[in-house]
């Protein structure tokens, strides 16, 4: 079965900071992009970014750029989402997301979510 | 940059006919795709490309583009189908970026 399990909800105090996970399985890792999405509480989802783990080509939206690091490590099939210093705005679920090879358009398979609280 | 907009809110009777559109200029150079998110859930692709369902998808879900706009019809609405409605697409300056619209709250009546 094909999947993205992420790592678990974390709660963070402002200014600290954070990495969490995305582990992919039943398909070549390292052939198929894999993006991250935003979705702030009781609003839309948002594109972060997206790296391809073949060779960790990353590209972010420009509304995060320099606001999060993505990044992959090919030996444990895993991506990142990291936060040098965490903000309150920061507080959201993260998705990670499959980018299906077809269209190179659509997101074919998302991870179940990471919940993210940052409160002083 | 580009955006892509999407009405707010759509309702439909059970067993009716809606159609939910999403509206863009990258619309005219990239195909969009649609996903349905329910309370407490991830994201689930239901149709993507020119018209593709994923497995497991029920063909009631199709897709169609007019110019700017493309829009996912869903035919025959079950009460199942309640939930918010995002369209996605590539940016339109062509620097492997994506964009998704403001989403869409079906809700079935």
């Known amino acids: 079965e094909v999947q993205l399990v992420q790592s678990g909800a974390e709660v963070k105090r402002p200014g600290e900071s954070l990495k969490i996970s995305c582990k992919g399985s039943g398909y070549k890792f390292t052939s198929y992009w894999i993006g991250w999405v935003r979705q702030m509480p009781g609003k839309g989802l948002e594109w972060l970014g997206i790296?391809?783990?073949?060779?960790?080509?990353?590209r972010y939206s420009p509304s995060f750029q320099g606001q999060v690091t993505i990044s992959a490590d090919n030996s444990l099939n895993t991506a990142y989402l990291q936060w040098s210093s965490l903000r309150a705005s920061d507080t959201a679920i993260y998705y990670c997301?499959?980018?299906?090879?077809?269209?190179?358009?659509?997101?074919?398979?998302w991870g179940q979510g990471t919940m993210v609280s940052v409160s002083s | 940059s580009s955006e892509l907009t999407q009405d707010p809110a759509v309702s439909v009777a059970l067993g009716q006919t809606v159609r939910i559109t999403c509206q863009g200029d990258?619309?005219?150079?990239?195909?969009a795709s649609w996903y349905h998110q329910k309370p407490g859930q991830a994201p689930v692709l239901v149709l993507y490309?020119?018209?593709n369902r994923p497995s497991g998808i029920p063909d009631r879900f199709s897709g169609s583009y007019s110019g700017d706009t493309a829009s996912l019809t869903i035919t025959g609405a079950q009460a199942e189908d309640e939930a918010d409605y995002y369209c996605?697409?590539?940016?339109?300056?062509?620097?492997?970026?994506?964009?998704f619209g403001g989403g869409t709250k079906l809700s079935v009546l």
């Open positions: 996605n697409s590539r940016d339109s300056s062509g620097n492997h970026l994506w964009v």
């Open positions: 990258s619309l005219r150079t990239y195909f």
């Open positions: 997301a499959r980018l299906e090879m077809a269209t190179m358009v659509a997101f074919d398979i």
């Open positions: 490309g020119k018209n």
């Open positions: 790296i391809y783990p073949g060779d960790s080509d990353t």
